[in-house]
């Protein structure tokens, strides 16, 4: 089998990259760390917007270590894999609370 040259494999990238499918969603807030989806959803790119009015709180590991994302900004997270493994919460632990949330495939 013959290997990619550099432009073909540069090319390859830039084509996945602007091939992927997108999705919008939403979650609403719990008063712990909620998933941001409960099934097993495959995802490579996750923007989270934070319209919620105070700090949000985003995690990767169930909440040892988290992310905080100030009122107003959209963080992109990469690599993530499955959207049930981004989990989210508000600072003062405020449920009720929608977060809106676009994933690339």
Known sequence: ??????????????????????????????????????TSIPAQLVYISNTSNENLFVSTDNGSTYLSIPNGAIFPFNNIHNLNA??????TNTAGITITYRYEV
């Open 1 to 38: 089998m013959i290997g990619l040259t550099n432009l073909e494999s540069l090319i390859s990238s830039l084509l996945g990259f602007y091939t992927r499918r997108g999705y919008n969603n939403s979650i609403v807030t719990e008063g712990t760390f909620k998933p941001l989806s409960s």
């Open 86 to 91: 981004v989990w989210v919460k508000t600072e």
